[in-house]
């Protein structure tokens, strides 16, 4: 490895460990020096390539210093330029992002009718497609692989369960966090109380050591528990739900993704043909 | 205050290795470097305490500085470096001695610890250099030992002496730098897991921020200087001139002698980093190995464990007293929510050491086996031999003749036969 890159590299490694804050990577990337360094670092890897002459067995090389370097610059700029929205979905509403009205035609997620929870079992879904309607154009956006629209990606992110509230003499419509069946989701209401709520099994078995419980996710019953303000419980008790979902998604614009992609693309093909290196003729 | 002289002594006389390349510089500057070390080493950590970030930076700069090294033979270099380095040396041995000194100056409050530790300090570095001078003497070190090799072996010393546990700090950095570093690249490309519903490369996502690839990273990072160091002391082709037979033979031998002991430096690199590193790995994994507790026995017939013990999926160990002998039983929920029982030992090895609990499974101590959890209550190889059970209501009921029994079969075993 060159000098340079080598000591660009040193000064980076010593930047990490002497960062403040959680996350030390995006520290780095937002302070000027730090983005200084690592461009300064990007640029003489990028240089490498034309070390040498160019031929097949240089292939792998300049690949990974391609690849590395163009990830490195698109990622830098997208840490600086992405802006990122989270809608909820809910099937037959519309929501207008970045200009562009979006209809949710229909969710199609494979939670199934009932769900048995015993010992290490999870709750896993593979499915959950939301068909949507964006400026005209019919989109089936899921958790796989995000989806691209123009210089916008969508991605589902999140499945839970639409609850219809009693408050008053009335019903308020909340998205709830109750996936997997056992967590609490908190709601705040209108009047600052708070309502805990969670999927309440139907049954509960118990066999020596073994434990589990039977969630009927056909007909969903809650347990909720109103809090006030102070946190005083005013009320608990069964609640009856319906069996609809939201879906949470996630909208992201950044024009730097697909050089992201690039570069991965390029740091793996490079990685794969490394061993063509090895049957370069001796000189 | 015996104790704080004999580690003060110690840690004296263990620092001969420091002493080691050093053996060719002017004993007065040996001596000046070493004492206003292991002084200001004492007094810093007695009054300032023992600042590891910096310790842990200034060992590894040593140590790494030995790759920047390669191919310098100047003499007056290494000199240098060793007088320099052994000094550093001594004041990281030092500084933690007196810290030391200074807690247990205040837990027995006397004053005078202080001065033990120098006195330790003084008498050990008095004992060591004619002592072991003249053994250094006698060996080769200027062959042994090149700029580059008194850097590598140094920082090597130190890693042993001083800060074994650098490589846990090194693997815990190395696994925050990997979760943080994985969770943006897979955020940058939108396709971060998530908890329950199944993406793409979720298990990559694990593996990648998993403290298993954080160690290996840690050993290859630890490991690489001292075998590429060797790696090109023996790229060096070998001497060709117009010599020929015994003349010849006499230049190769002298060559691969002098090869021979320019790899004494990195081998004794790789083999004390390579201990930090176990002791590293020991700690990060350690194997729970719980006090066996007399089991409740409700009448001559049978004993009752409760299930409510064995919850939270840790080992538990239970004696019985039979006569004289004492039957040692282990417990333990398995992952797939069974019960496994059995006794603490295998057929294979000698009686005695038992089991321990690493993460997911239990370690035969005697032979180091990892044994899965599930597979706990089925008899084979190194498994624990099974006790027959049953589960009656919340708790675990074992008949005392089957216990005696399987325990008597266990003892009548030549180890390496089967019950």
Redesign the interface.
Known sequence: MKKPTLILGIILILL??FAGGD????YILKSPFGIVVYLLFSVSIFLGIFKGRFGIYRLPSISLRVGVALFMIA?LI??HI?DTKEVLAIEGRKSILYGKEIFFKKIDVDVPDEFFE???A?????K?ILEAEIDGKNLYID????LRDGLS?Y?????GLLGNLPYGNDYIESPLEV??PGRRSEVRLPGGERLTINLLPEKEFKK???SGKLYNLKKITYYAVFKGEDGRIIKEGKLEGDRRFFLNL?V?KDPA?LF??EG?FLIIFGIIIYPLRFLSPKP | MLEIFLISLWRALLGFLIILPCATIDRRKLYLSVLTGAILGLISGYYLGVFLEIKYLIVFSVYYCSLFLIGKTSTYLRDTLSGVFSGLGYFFIFQSIGALSKDTALLKENPYIFFISVLGLFIGIGLTYPIVGRIIRALPIEKIFSATSVSLFLGAVLIFIDARDMAIVMES?IR??LE??VR??FS?????P???????LSGLFEFLRGDRLSMVFTVVILLFPPIYILMRFYQVPEPSDNSKGAQKRLRLSFFRKDLIYLSVSPIFAFLSVLISIHTANLALNPLYEPTPIPIKIEDSVSMKIP?TE??DERLRKYIFFYGDKKITLLAV?R?????GLALDECEICPPGKGYGQGKGHLVCIYCMTPIPLNSIGSPSGCNPIPIPFK?EEDFISIQVDALIRVFKASRALKRGGHI
């Open positions: 990490y460990m996350n030390k990577i995006l990622f997208s840490v992405r015993v010992g290490e999870s709750f896993t879904l593979k959950a958790p796989v692989v995000p990606y991605r589902v992110v999140g499945v996936f997997p020596g050591l073994l996630l992201v993704i992201i992609y991965i | 950095g925050q730098f943080g570093l943006e690249v940058s490309m939108i396709i971060s998530h908890e329950f519903i199944k993406t793409p299930t064995l919850i929920m992952p797939d929510g069974n019960v589960i």
